[in-house]
T-cell receptor
Framework: SQTIHQWPATLVQPVGSPLSLECTVE??????LYWYRQAAGRGLQLLFY??????ISSEVPQNLSASRPQDRQFILSSKKLLLSDSGFYLC???????????FGPGTRLTVT | RKEVEQDPGPFNVPEGATVAFNCTYS??????FFWYRQDCRKEPKLLMS?????NEDGRFTAQLNRASQYISLLIRDSKLSDSATYLC???????????WGAGTKLIIKP
């Protein structure tokens, strides 16, 4: 069966510090991968998606970036965090672009 | 107009009751529809896909009305464990994007 891992579970970072969140998927090959952010009490906002190694599509302009160095690894980064980057970051995978997405446990980021 | 709209609630419902939520979507080209549930401070989990003919999974029934552009979720014999936020999700068939509603909060009371 497929599983998706994210770490860390919680993170408190000062404004201006760098960020690196990692997501890995097991039990499937060539998944579509996604990064979402959920602000408190809000819906999910798609940040990036990837259909293959090195292929990243960005959905919103921001100071975040994503990379996919391996088939089942997806990384979210920032060089300098802003207060507005606080939120619940979720990684997800899907078999194709039409169907269900499955989420990792998420990282709760607080920028202070 | 938002692409996917849901009543945020909360819906306060006694245990054992039947509750229904609707969700409207704006893009008539939408192709795939889902309901997810999200517990407090947890990730969303797929509850069920919504098929054109409607579908049922135990106490949960999902319906799609393409003419009026809404989907519905019916929960029968509600349990305390059904308390969660229910997210309506629509795929418009392009660029691998799911469009997420902000969710409807359900509270089941004993």
């Amino acid at each position: 069966s497929q599983t998706i891992h994210q770490w860390p579970a919680t993170l408190v970072q000062p404004v201006g510090s760098p960020l690196s969140l990692e997501c890995t998927v097991e039990g499937t090959s060539n998944p579509n991968l996604y990064w979402y952010r959920q602000a408190a009490g809000r819906g999910l906002q798609l940040l990036f998606y990837s259909v293959g190694i090195g292929q990243i599509s960005s959905e919103v302009p921001q100071n975040l970036s994503a990379s996919r160095p391996q088939d089942r690894q997806f990384i979210l980064s920032s060089k300098k965090l802003l207060l507005s980057d606080s939120g619940f970051y979720l990684c997800a995978w899907s078999v194709d672009g039409q169907g269900e997405q499955y989420f990792g446990p998420g990282t709760r980021l607080t920028v202070t | 107009r938002k692409e996917v709209e849901q009543d945020p609630g909360p819906f306060n419902v006694p245990e054992g009751a039947t509750v229904a939520f609707n969700c409207t979507y704006s893009n008539s080209a939408s192709q795939s529809f889902f309901w997810y549930r999200q517990d407090c401070r947890k990730e969303p989990k797929l509850l069920m896909s919504v098929y054109s003919s409607g579908n049922e999974d135990g106490r949960f029934t999902a319906q799609l009305n393409r003419a009026s552009q809404y989907i519905s979720l019916l929960i029968r014999d509600s349990k305390l464990s059904d308390s969660a936020t229910y997210l309506c999700v629509v795929n418009i068939g392009s660029n691998y994007q799911l469009i997420w509603g902000a969710g409807t909060k359900l509270i089941i009371k004993p």
